[in-house]
């Protein structure tokens, strides 16, 4: 089964800019997690928030989650080059068992 | 560093011919999963296991198997693969979930192609 969908599905920005990506989900979950995988390589943990929670920082990552709406975002300001990689939203089914969604494909443009 | 490793990175198979893809980690994770990622998709559950408890997926087909000897290593058997399983395979680890903070470690996948 497939938890998530990811907003866009391929995003291209210019150095510099902020890359804004949305994860909607269907049921009700305890976590939510981001994850970066770039192109043939496995994917990298980029920050985990509860639900009782409705923002998180890490360095130059901001992600918001809204429950009522089931949904999430993920900010990366002042983007570089190499954040180029697909980002995917997981959502846990259970409680050690996360599904992911689609991923959106973020390219930054030097 | 403690981490977890797959090998190989890529793997070769002949269609129908078994093949068992290995993962072990350092890191003395409870918890170790196997993904399915075909190309531009998401990585999808295939199963876990909790220690030595296994879990399978409900859609995850027969021809997929799995082994844990150990806390360290979890292997990833394939039965008599079809070209529909061409796909990188992941490996992943987690803590105790009641002290989940950081997330699945993965490791860097195996690319399985069936000729």
């Known amino acids: 089964s497939q938890q998530g969908e990811e907003d866009p599905q391929a995003l291209s920005i210019q150095e510099g800019e902020n890359a804004t990506m949305n994860c909607s989900y269907k049921t009700s979950i305890n976590n939510l997690q981001w994850y970066r995988q770039n192109s043939g390589r496995g994917l990298v943990h980029l920050i985990l928030?509860?639900?009782?929670?409705r923002e998180k920082h890490s360095g130059r990552l901001r992600v918001t989650l809204d429950t009522s709406k089931k949904s999430s975002s993920l900010l990366i300001t002042a983007s570089r080059a190499a954040d180029t990689a697909s980002y995917f939203c997981?959502?846990?089914?259970?409680?050690?068992?996360?599904?992911f969604g689609t991923g959106t494909r973020l390219k930054v443009l030097a | 560093d403690a981490m977890v490793i797959q090998n190989p990175r890529y793997q070769v198979t002949q269609f129908g011919k078994p093949v068992t893809l290995s993962c072990s980690q350092t890191?003395?994770?409870?918890?170790m999963y196997w993904y399915q990622q075909k190309s531009s998709q998401a990585p999808k559950l295939l199963f876990h296991?909790?220690?030595?408890?296994?879990?399978n997926e409900a859609d995850t087909p027969d021809n997929f198997q799995s082994r844990r000897p150990n806390t360290s290593f979890c292997f990833l058997d394939i039965r008599s693969p079809g070209l529909g399983d061409a796909a990188m395979y992941l490996c992943a680890t987690s803590s105790d979930p009641s002290r989940v903070n950081y997330g699945y470690t993965f490791g860097s996948g195996t690319r399985l192609t069936v000729v």
């Open positions: 997981a959502t846990d089914e259970g409680t050690y068992k996360y599904i």
């Open positions: 890191l003395n994770h409870n918890v």
């Open positions: 296991y909790y220690d030595k408890d296994f879990n």
């Open positions: 928030i509860r639900s009782n929670e």
